[in-house]
């Protein structure tokens, strides 16, 4: 399947998924990888590995819609059948989530629908929480609130800080990330409404 990534910053998981690629347990094809910061190390991975990539600056757009259809364009250029969003810090808009033809996976440091958003671990550490984790899901037109793919949960210890869990969630991330990719391309994902069933074998129930 081709696959687009959009990243803003430093794309660890966009290396994991290009590593579960190239070892040929997930089968997809990283065809374009696109950013809305120039600087994001994401795209140096990226073009390291040969894979096409271009920058969507917001300043270069007069709204949010003008950029989106600029994405839009660009995907549908690359032929681009799934969406893998990885650390891609602008919310997609109401209308590119209408207008795409393929689904949109994200990932996100909490298990949802608990402290969407940004600074997840520290809302998570404010809180008072004994474990959080992170949550692959289906992007759809609210924030972090599409139906969820798979979680993976992360003790909170005594001591933790805002950067030493969120170092363990990232590494909990770079597991369910291609594994939640590869369900899903398989075609062991069968969504109905809100809950997503995983199914055991091709075409079981």
Known sequence: ?????????????????????????????????????????????????????RVFPSKDYPHRQAQEEDLL??????????????????????????????????????????????????????????????TVHFVDEGLDSGPILLQEVVPVLPGDTEESLARRILEAEHRLYPEAV???VAGKVKRVGRRIQLLQQEGSE
């Not at 990534?5 to 990888?33: C, D």
């Not at 996100?108 to 809180?127: D, K």
Request: one cysteine or more; hydrophobic letters at 45%.
């Open 1 to 53: 399947m081709r696959a687009a990534v959009l990243a803003s910053g430093r794309g660890s998981n966009l290396k994991a998924l290009l590593e579960a690629a190239e070892r040929g347990s997930l089968p997809i094809k990283i065809v374009a990888v696109g950013s809305d910061q120039a600087g994001a190390k994401a795209l140096e991975l990226s073009r390291g590995a040969g894979i096409p990539t």
């Open 73 to 134: 364009i660009w995907m549908r250029e690359h032929r681009v059948e799934l969406l893998l969003l990885a650390g891609y810090m602008k919310v997609l808009g109401p209308q590119f989530i209408r207008q795409a033809n393929f689904p949109i996976l994200n990932i996100h440091p909490s298990l949802l629908p608990a402290f969407p958003g940004l600074h997840a671990q520290r809302q998570a550490l404010e809180y008072g929480v004994k474990v959080s984790g992170c």
């Open 182 to 184: 590869r369900l899903l």
